[in-house]
């Protein structure tokens, strides 16, 4: 067994990373004013930008990415009629208060979000990777220069940042204004993040109208777990991406292992971060994800496990994704939405299946 102290800080880097969670007795103030409290919905656009115009160029891709481009079509016109008609939000106010308590903190590299500032270690070049897969040719030292990305829930910066720093056009955003505050600052620390990294304070619906299908990539970074409303959050990540786009996410398993650690053991045993912080609930299997990503005109290409080392602070990847996952899907093309499925397309769906999660399971850190 660990001792006390070491299991503490232990367990609240492991939290920190899948919940960014405060040690024990740290409560949150109500300032809940300092979180984006703008009406998220707006009723006022009658464009519907995402419901694009049809094409009549047949693709033979695999049935599996044509049949989600075509529950895609059905799902953006679902998010147009949710986001006019009902005030839905991915936005859990109550549950962002301890963002706000500790938006400080976010550069503390041995802090309460180390897990998270070695998590890049992994994410940024599983980003990175999968993003060149796309592109010809790209230039050394700025590898991503010409793409614009989204990290949404950015919180302090952390992955924002160092995709800045590959080139890439950066906007993060998230619904807590210290972070963003935070963010602003630890940016103006490297000169070269001045002109590609950009941050602003609003969720993901704020900007959905304006942001039609404008990213190479979204980021959701440890966020889908916080969400209320992940359907409708991962609807708004499709809309904001360019046909072709790619969404990264990584987030924590529903399953019994992390209903152990991160909930009984953290929350009431071992009181490692307050009662409540996490709700197990909104944790999203991988199957179920995929199945929300498919459903809106995402093909999932790479689902693979990550695992974390509290003794050495270090994550690495693995096929066991009973905890902490990442997920990579692409956005269907225009005319993929309109092609209809041919049913020789059977065993290619079969054949990328096997492909996609075998390219999984070999990623290496
Ligand atoms: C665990 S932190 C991750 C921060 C950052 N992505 C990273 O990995 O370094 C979760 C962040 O998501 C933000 N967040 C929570 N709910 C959100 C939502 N519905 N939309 C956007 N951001 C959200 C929080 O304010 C917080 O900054």
Same mark, same amino acid.
Request: charged share 20%.
């Given at each position: 067994?660990?001792?006390?102290?070491?299991?503490?800080?232990?367990?609240?880097?492991?939290?920190?990373?899948?919940?960014?969670?405060?040690?024990?007795?740290?409560?949150?103030?109500?300032?809940?004013?300092?979180?984006?409290?703008?009406?998220?919905?707006?009723?006022?656009?009658?464009?519907?930008?995402?419901?694009?115009?049809?094409?009549?160029?047949?693709?033979?891709?695999?049935?599996?990415?044509?049949?989600?481009?075509?529950?895609?079509?059905?799902?953006?016109?679902?998010?147009?009629?949710?986001?006019?008609?009902?005030?839905?939000?991915?936005?859990?106010?109550?549950?962002?208060?301890?963002?706000?308590?500790?938006?400080?903190?976010?550069?503390?590299?041995?802090?309460?979000?180390?897990?998270?500032?070695?998590?890049?270690?992994?994410?940024?070049?599983?980003?990175?990777?999968?993003?060149?897969?796309?592109?010809?040719?790209?230039?050394?030292?700025?590898?991503?220069?010409?793409?614009?990305?989204?990290?949404?829930?950015?919180?302090?910066?952390?992955?924002?940042?160092?995709?800045?720093?590959?080139?890439?056009?950066?906007?993060?955003?998230?619904?807590?204004?210290?972070?963003?505050?935070?963010?602003?600052?630890?940016?103006?620390?490297?000169?070269?993040?001045?002109?590609?990294?950009?941050?602003?304070?609003?969720?993901?619906?704020?900007?959905?109208?304006?942001?039609?299908?404008?990213?190479?990539?979204?980021?959701?970074?440890?966020?889908?777990?916080?969400?209320?409303?992940?359907?409708?959050?991962?609807?708004?990540?499709?809309?904001?991406?360019?046909?072709?786009?790619?969404?990264?996410?990584?987030?924590?398993?529903?399953?019994?292992?992390?209903?152990?650690?991160?909930?009984?053991?953290?929350?009431?045993?071992?009181?490692?971060?307050?009662?409540?912080?996490?709700?197990?609930?909104?944790?999203?299997?991988?199957?179920?994800?995929?199945?929300?990503?498919?459903?809106?005109? /995402?093909?999932?290409?790479?689902?693979?496990?990550?695992?974390?080392?509290?003794?050495?602070?270090?994550?690495?990847?693995?096929?066991?994704?009973? /905890?902490?996952?990442?997920?990579?899907?692409?956005?269907?093309?225009?005319?993929?939405?309109?092609?209809?499925?041919?049913?020789?397309?059977?065993?290619?769906?079969?054949?990328?299946?096997?492909?996609?999660?075998?390219?999984?399971?070999?990623?290496?850190?």
């Amino acid at each position: 067994m660990w001792p006390g102290v070491t299991l503490r800080s232990a367990g609240a880097r492991l939290l920190g990373a899948t919940g960014c969670r405060g040690s024990r007795g740290r409560s949150a103030p109500a300032a809940a004013s300092a979180v984006y409290s703008e009406n998220q919905i707006s009723r006022t656009s009658h464009n519907k930008p995402w419901i694009d115009s049809a094409c009549g160029s047949m693709y033979f891709r695999p049935s599996r990415m044509t049949s989600a481009c075509l529950k895609g079509v059905r799902a953006h016109r679902l998010l147009w009629t949710r986001l006019h008609s009902a005030s839905r939000s991915s936005v859990d106010r109550e549950g962002l208060k301890v963002f706000l308590a500790l938006a400080h903190k976010w550069w503390d590299e041995q802090g309460v979000y180390a897990p998270l500032h070695s998590m890049n270690a992994l994410r940024v070049p599983f980003i990175r990777d999968n993003l060149l897969k796309a592109v010809a040719s790209h230039q050394p030292g700025i590898p991503l220069s010409g793409m614009k990305i989204l990290d949404v829930g950015c919180g302090g910066g952390l992955l924002s940042e160092p995709l800045g720093r590959l080139g890439a056009s950066v906007l993060g955003i998230d619904p807590v204004e210290e972070n963003i505050k935070t963010a602003q600052h630890h940016r103006t620390f490297d000169p070269v993040l001045d002109q590609r990294v950009e941050y602003r304070v609003c969720s993901l619906e704020g900007i959905v109208q304006e942001s039609a299908e404008t990213f190479d990539a979204v980021v959701a970074s440890e966020v889908v777990e916080h969400v209320p409303d992940l359907e409708t959050f991962i609807q708004c990540c499709c809309q904001v991406l360019k046909p072709g786009g790619s969404l990264f996410i990584t987030t924590i398993n529903r399953t019994q292992l992390s209903y152990a650690l991160g909930i009984v053991f953290a929350e009431q045993i071992a009181h490692i971060v307050p009662k409540g912080t996490h709700t197990w609930e909104k944790f999203v299997s991988p199957e179920k994800l995929e199945s929300i990503l498919e459903s809106n005109g /995402l093909s999932a290409q790479t689902i693979v496990g990550m695992l974390y080392n509290p003794f050495s602070g270090r994550w690495r990847w693995t096929e066991n994704t009973s /905890l902490n996952y990442a997920a990579h899907a692409v956005k269907c093309k225009a005319q993929e939405r309109e092609a209809p499925v041919p049913s020789a397309c059977k065993g290619e769906e079969a054949g990328a299946r096997a492909e996609a999660s075998a390219s999984g399971a070999v990623l290496e850190s």
